[in-house]
């Protein structure tokens, strides 16, 4: 299962898609050339999918803040220290009255939403006298102090926690994937932990031979290397590997026109390399795996290549890059399978998280098999009651008929017998 095709991104890149009024580049490009060229229409790219939990709320906010045209005008002049620092929020003032409604509709609705969440969460731990505003400050994307107006402190805000969250969620998606490799290390032994000792070896020789087959694949190039860029050129873009052109090659995979490779190009270019090690067919392969490779490629190029660390390689970074020793003199790339990805303490301490954590799961399921047979007793005590309340109702008529006294009605009339 892919675990995410979309990128993350600085907010500055997030605006820089939304943004689809800009004048493209011009690409000298004889595209003719490219096999099976793919027209780009660079009003239909969607903004990529940050990850962030805030992520609809922040491209709401942009995509409004971009119809109001002085302050369009000061995003398409800003750089990326000036929208990180935060002097860019100051702008806000000076937007109309529209956009300044819309946005503090948005904001209302994310006060909502998160409130609505609080109360979930409380709800699932049966908290009672939840404090909403004391709550809400652990969100740090918007100021919970004002919850029915947009301010400059908003933006500031969320430009802010987003840059924040996007610098570290790579570090925490390598962090689970380290969780995904020995949780399924951990389910392996105690699954051979179930067998007899005959079964158990014939699973570990599958094992060892599935482990085998899957290193046996070709020599994967070097991120970012001539190698492996010339083989894009030739494979992929179907041009002649001897006129090999680094400015070319960048315009061509500068997909938007906007001129960046950001980290959804950039990754595009590791497929022919991720195809050597990893085919969906062979059950050997993982494709989990196969993503941590693409991330762990991205982020090695970003490392040699982005200057400024703006996560963007322009087109003087990218060339400069090519000038270097390493890009025609690269070191062997090592491939997931030629790395350690725990060692056997860490995954010690993991089963014992495990551990620690099914018994907190047994325990709650106790109590709550205690709650439900406690429910259960209470329904059948009223149910009892019940029982017990028309059956004395009942022999009370009964003995009223007995006595040759007219029953009585719902409201205590009698109800008279017509003679015969």
Known sequence: MRW??????????????????????PIDIDKTKVKNPQPVDSAKIEPPD???????????????????????????????EEIKSGRLSKELDLVSHHVRTKLDELKRQEVARLRMLIKAKSDSLQDTGIDHHA????????????????????????????????????????EEFKKYEMMKEHERREYLKTLNEEKRKEEESKFEEMRKKHENHPKVNHPGSKDQLKEVWEETDGLDPNDFDPKTFFKLHDVNNDGFLDEQELEALFTKE?????????????M???????????????NEVDANKDRLVTLDEFLKATEKKEFLEPDSWETLDQQQLFTE???????????????????????????????????????AQKLEYHQVVQQMEQKKLQQEIPPSGPGGELKLQPRM
């Open 274 to 286: 991720l195809e050597k090690v990893y085919d969906p067919k062979n059950e050997e392969d993982d």
């Open 135 to 174: 709550l809400l400050k652990q969100f740090d994307h918007l100021n919970h102090l004002n919850p029915d107006k947009f301010e400059s402190t908003d933006l500031d805000m969320l430009i802010k926690a987003a840059t924040s969250d996007l610098e570290h969620y790579d570090r925490t998606r390598h």
């Open 345 to 383: 303490e860490e995954l010690k301490e993991y089963e014992n998280l495990i551990s620690l954590q099914e018994s907190e799961l047994k325990k709650k399921a106790d109590e709550l098999q205690k709650q439900k047979e406690e429910l259960q007793r209470q329904h059948d005590q009223l149910e």
């Open 4 to 25: 995410r095709t979309i990128l993350l991104q600085y907010c500055f890149l997030l605006v820089s898609c939304l943004l689809t009024a800009l004048e493209a580049v």
């Open 50 to 80: 940050t990850g962030l939990y805030y992520d609809e709320y922040l491209k709401q906010v942009i995509d409004v803040l971009e119809t109001d045209n002085h302050f369009r005008e000061k995003l398409q002049k800003a750089d990326i």
């Open 288 to 302: 989990v795996e196969m993503e941590e490779e693409r991330l762990r490629m991205r982020e090695h190029v970003m």
